[in-house]
């Protein structure tokens, strides 16, 4: 794992989308962390060494949802200021998530190009 650019953080239940935002990211030269709900990734926040400099977030999962960990997220100091792009196959819910105070929202299936220069900005 290289992160070279910066190490992002992928919430997400599906296994092959995590898999394949990995690898294309690590390909690009980030690092990258995978949690496959919420409360996995507030654990690996908290117990990571190095800085992660942007969350990519699904809202419907199993365990802990992407709104709960954004609640989390925002009232813990230590991570409230990490930007978070939500990624949701509900366009409704897209709109929704921008009232979260998050960077932006793309909906499923992912614009790569797109996603790749938000991750660049943030990264």
Not at 25 to 47: F, K, M, N, P
Not at 82 to 96: F, G, M, Q, S, W
Not at 106 to 114: A, F, S, V
Request: proline content about 5%.
């Amino acid at each position: 794992m290289t992160d070279a650019h910066g190490k992002v953080l992928i919430v997400d239940d599906e296994p092959d989308l995590r898999e394949s935002l990995a690898a294309i990211l690590e390909s690009e030269g980030y690092g990258v962390i995978e949690a496959e709900h919420g409360e996995q990734a507030l654990q690996r926040l908290r117990t990571t060494p190095t800085d992660v400099c942007l969350i990519l977030l699904d809202l419907f999962m199993p365990t802990m949802n992407g709104w709960r960990f954004r609640d989390e997220q925002l009232h813990d100091p230590s991570l409230a200021s990490i930007p978070v792009i939500v990624i949701t196959a509900d366009a409704a819910a897209a709109r929704k998530a921008k009232t979260l105070g998050v960077a932006d929202a793309l909906t499923k299936p992912l614009d790569l190009d797109r996603l790749l220069n938000l991750v660049a900005q943030h990264c």
